[in-house]
């Protein structure tokens, strides 16, 4: 997912955590290649090209300015989800189930498969969500706002399903902040 509010400003550092040789950026598939309509298969276990797959994942996220990454969206169609919404932890989501939502949020919203594009989408304000880790533990993890957003995004994309079937009015164009002075027609 992207945080379309901040994408353009997003400068990810990457200090101290030198990337490794094996990481690799993956090609992420855009909306129109069917593999993004197709239910992701459930991990059985860890295996090494799992473990490689996340770490690429990760990547591939920071390299485009995402806040989250499913793995159908690389290729690969199993329940495997990534998110780092800059809140300090690097959340990794395998075999997710969502087993709580209260309240709801309004707002803008974005998709690293639908690049350029913005729409208003309506999400429970908080979730609460069972997974396994990167080493299959299980565990639960609750978000609110922007992390539940993500949460959402992300699991629906393992059910094939694209924000875009959600957004209220229209997909908008995301124009680019970088330099405002270069923007000074509207
Ligand atoms: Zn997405």
């Not at 997912?1 to 090609?27: L, Y």
């Not at 499913?70 to 495997?80: E, H, M, R, T």
């Not at 959340?91 to 998709?111: H, R």
């Not at 913005?118 to 990167?134: C, H, I, L, Y």
Request: proline share 3%; aromatic share 4%; net charge negative.
């Amino acid at each position: 997912m992207v945080n379309p509010v901040r994408s353009s400003m997003i400068f990810h550092e990457k200090e101290g955590k030198e990337a490794r040789n094996t990481m690799a950026i993956r090609q992420i598939r855009l909306i129109g290649d069917e593999i993004l309509n197709k239910e992701c298969k459930p991990v059985k276990a860890i295996t090494n090209r799992v473990t490689e797959l996340i770490e690429d994942m990760f990547e591939t996220m920071y390299e485009s300015g995402g806040v989250g990454l499913a793995a159908s969206q690389v290729g690969v169609l199993k329940q495997i989800v990534v998110i780092d919404v800059e809140d300090g932890n690097q959340y990794v989501l395998i075999n997710p189930e969502i087993i709580e939502e209260s309240d709801s949020q309004t707002g803008p919203e974005g998709c690293l498969s639908v690049p350029g594009k913005s729409g208003t989408v309506t999400r429970p304000n908080r979730v609460k969500v069972r997974a396994f880790d990167e080493t299959m533990t299980e565990y639960e993890l609750e978000g609110e706002e922007l992390l539940a957003r993500a949460i959402c995004h992300e699991c629906a994309h393992l059910r094939g399903q694209l924000f875009v079937d959600l957004v209220e009015g229209e997909l908008v164009d995301v124009i680019a902040t970088l330099d405002e002075d270069d923007y000074e027609e509207e």
